[in-house]
């Protein structure tokens, strides 16, 4: 089960840190990532993770901006994100592939077996 958090509405420049409560297994051989929704457009790929290598890839969007990090001891993926723009306006949603990122495409949704409720996040 994934649950996000800490999205809300902040000002162009600013910054959130969203977070992604996972349970109900180890995800410590999981490809953990992130991907956006804006009404109206496509799904887009935000950042990807593998706790087990530290292996991080971005969306040529965000990269630069947003850091990815987890913390396996509370099994809670992170999204810092900086320098917010008014397209950065999405519903965000923590995912999770029961595999190594390196096995998959990490910035293609279809590959993503788990996702959470999501968490809006609105720059103005």
């Known amino acids: 089960q994934l649950v996000e958090s800490g999205g809300g509405s902040v000002q162009a420049g600013g910054s959130l840190r969203l977070s992604c409560a996972a349970s109900?297994?180890?995800?410590?051989?999981?490809?953990m990532g992130w991907f956006r929704q804006a009404p109206g457009k496509e799904r887009e790929a935000v950042a990807a993770i593998y706790p087990g290598g530290g292996d991080t890839y971005y969306g040529s969007s965000v990269k630069g901006r947003f850091t990815i990090s987890l913390d396996n001891a509370k099994n809670t993926l992170y999204l810092q994100m900086n320098s917010l723009k008014p397209e950065d306006t999405a519903m965000y949603y923590c995912?999770?592939?029961?595999?190594?990122?390196?096995?998959?495409?990490?910035?293609?949704?279809?590959?993503?077996?788990?996702w959470g409720p999501g968490t809006q996040v609105t720059v103005s």
């Open positions: 109900g297994t180890t995800y410590s051989s999981y490809c």
């Open positions: 995912v999770s592939a029961p595999q190594a990122c390196a096995r998959i495409q990490p910035l293609v949704a279809g590959y993503y077996d788990y």
